[in-house]
């Protein structure tokens, strides 16, 4: 059974840096087509895709955001961490990490997700 | 921002039968797979379909998928209380090289 979580502040200032940890089991990202992927949905809004890492370190991102992203994996650890940075009020969002099944290109299961304001 | 294009809203009375059709390009569904998920109010997005018209272990065959040229649908029969949700559809995106997601469609059961 694969579960994933979210970790990471609840309230961020604007300009500074939010990192995010997702950790999970079930699964390893050493394994072949095995992926993390990073999905935010804003208050009342749709959802937003934000990054990608594969197994073999393959990085994927938003077009519009690439320039304040960064993914990476400890795969010792079961964990992948999110990096935005200059973070703005509208980034305020729930923010949710998933399996991603690289043979089935889908997201088959996913974190509660964790909720993130941006406010001074 | 969304590049795949959902209606915003569907309604029908328990037991009756709604579709949710997702519009995208021949950059997304015209070349990938289409996934469907279900977030049910408060709660997480769920995988419904996969691979277009593939539904998980557990998922019950009254929610099925279909895929068209650049344009999918996802159905819904003997519609219940507990359907009532947020369905969205998702592709990955060759010219973005990303993800991209649907609009978002609710479901309302009258």
Redesign the interface.
């Known amino acids: 059974q694969i579960t994933l979580k979210e970790s990471g502040p609840t309230l961020v200032k604007p300009t500074q840096t939010l990192t995010l940890t997702c950790t999970f089991s079930g699964f390893s990202l050493s394994t072949n087509a095995m992926g993390v ?1 990073w ?1 935010r949905q804003p208050p009342g809004k ?4 934000l990054a ?1 890492i594969y197994w073999d370190d393959d990085k ?5 955001l690439k320039s304040r992203l960064s993914i990476v994996k400890d795969t010792s650890r079961n964990q992948v961490v999110l990096r935005m940075t200059n973070i703005d009020p509208v980034d305020t969002a729930t923010y ?1 990490c ?1 399996h991603r ?1 690289g043979d ?10 964790t909720p993130v304001t941006v406010s001074s | 921002q969304s590049v795949l294009t959902q209606p915003p809203s569907v309604s029908a009375a328990p037991g009756q039968k709604v579709t949710i059709s997702c519009s995208g390009s021949s950059s997304n569904i015209g070349y990938y797979y289409v996934s469907w998920y279900q977030q049910l109010p408060g709660t997480a997005p769920k995988l419904l379909i996969y691979e277009n018209d593939k539904r998980p272990s557990g998922i019950p065959d009254r929610f099925s998928g279909s895929k068209s040229g650049t344009s999918a649908t996802l159905g819904i029969t003997g519609l219940q209380t507990g359907d009532e949700a947020d369905y969205y559809c998702g592709s990955w995106d060759r010219s973005l090289n990303a993800e991209v997601f649907g609009t978002g469609t609710r479901v309302t059961v009258l």
């Open positions: 992927g999905i749709a959802l937003e895709w990608l994927r991102y938003s077009p519009s949710y998933a099944d089935r290109l889908t997201y088959d299961s996913w974190g509660q997700g």
